[in-house]
């Protein structure tokens, strides 16, 4: 939950706060946890009393429950200054190139889950840079988010654009922009084919509509992940798409393998 007064966020869940202690735990303002946690966190306190920070025990769980606007606080919820989401710019897109980054790109994919958990796989498959649409800045990173990636939030940078088609005209040639589409010839395993060893920025859209026309028309290759029919498999799927989460979770794996 956002505390819009003192621009703060809540984390909570005790794999999120854990990667928070181990990676910035400068930016915890104040810690609340239950007893049956407190001996996991006894390090944090001294490093929170060392800078006279604020760490507190609680006798009654719904006091974490009201902090953090959840139930699944997992008895632990630190108070941290609102993240800031850097604005993308044209330094920061030319040393993904130089390094041979690559980088996922939503498109309005308007889920906190989803993108917790989108974070959470880019995390674990090494794709540490993100970039969202300007209005979602606020709908994206909450405390949710946060609890479903796991720790994720510590090892990836998470950007902003005005407009995505402008970005990919600026990335055109630079980048191999690839989108996933329902109707694609190509598949998710031709991905590394595709990218030629150029650093690739993976396009993903909302559940409902996918990625939009304009995106779609500034896309170099259109993918899609083939289900157990296709590629001469014998089974029939019952649905005809993924979960964008679970999808980035497959295109990630395809890229990185």
Known sequence: MRNKLNNELAVCGFAAV?????????????????????????????????????????????????????????????????????PLDSDITDQWIADGEHALLLDHIGNANNFGAIVRSAAFFGVKNIVIPEDEMDSAITTSSYRIAEGGMEYVHIYSVRSI???????????????TDLSAKKSSREIKSICKGKPALLVLGNEEHGISDEVRKNCDELIIIPFGGMNGGTAEAQVDSLNVAQAASVLLYELSC
């Open 18 to 86: 854990k990667k928070l202690e181990k990676n910035n735990s400068e930016r915890i303002r104040r810690l609340y946890f239950t007893e049956e946690v407190a001996p996991l966190f006894g390090g944090l306190c001294k490093k929170l009393a060392a800078r006279k920070g604020i760490y507190n025990k609680v006798d009654d769980p719904a006091e974490l429950q009201k902090l953090s606007g959840t139930v699944h606080h997992q008895g632990v919820v630190a108070m941290i200054y609102m993240p800031e989401i850097i």
């Open 165 to 179: 088609p402008r970005l990919m005209e600026v990335l055109d040639g630079k980048m191999v922009k690839i989108g």
